[in-house]
């Protein structure tokens, strides 16, 4: 089952989330296509689900997480989102297993994919673009840059 987080913050060590305390997330938001989107986001960490859903949901965009690799495969097959954002270092099934197994199904092939993590090591983004990735974002706030 794909969880779906509130509006309400349940993860207070995370801090306030808001996009006042984020300004550069209020301007990528500005950046994104006018076309509101239902956009599946895939972390196992939930600060930054709860980040990226509250952010992408306040610029009236719909949004699903999915806490694992493996949720993230099964919402994507059953909600067949517009776009994907998905971390890269997962534990169980990684971002490059979940981009390999979405390309795989007729039914998630044609969903664009943008990596995000917070690793600089240049070879993994080579790999992430060699494997198909549309983008690839260095953070969450970046992501959201990455939408428009």
Known sequence: MVSMITTTNPYPHAGSMSLEQH?????AVKQADS??????AID??????????DVLQTSGHL???AGSGAAGLQA???EQPDLIL?????????GFQVLHQLQQSVTTARIPVYFMSGSTNPELWERARQLGARRC????????????
């Open 23 to 27: 300004p550069g997330a209020r301007e």
């Open 76 to 78: 994507a097959a059953q």
């Open 63 to 65: 949004v699903s997480t």
């Open 44 to 53: 196992d960490q939930e600060d930054i689900l709860y980040i990226l859903q």
């Open 35 to 40: 076309r509101k989107l239902h956009i599946l």
């Open 86 to 94: 998905l971390d890269i270092e997962m534990p169980g099934i990684d």
């Open 137 to 148: 974002c260095a953070s969450p706030l970046t992501s959201l840059r990455c939408i428009g």
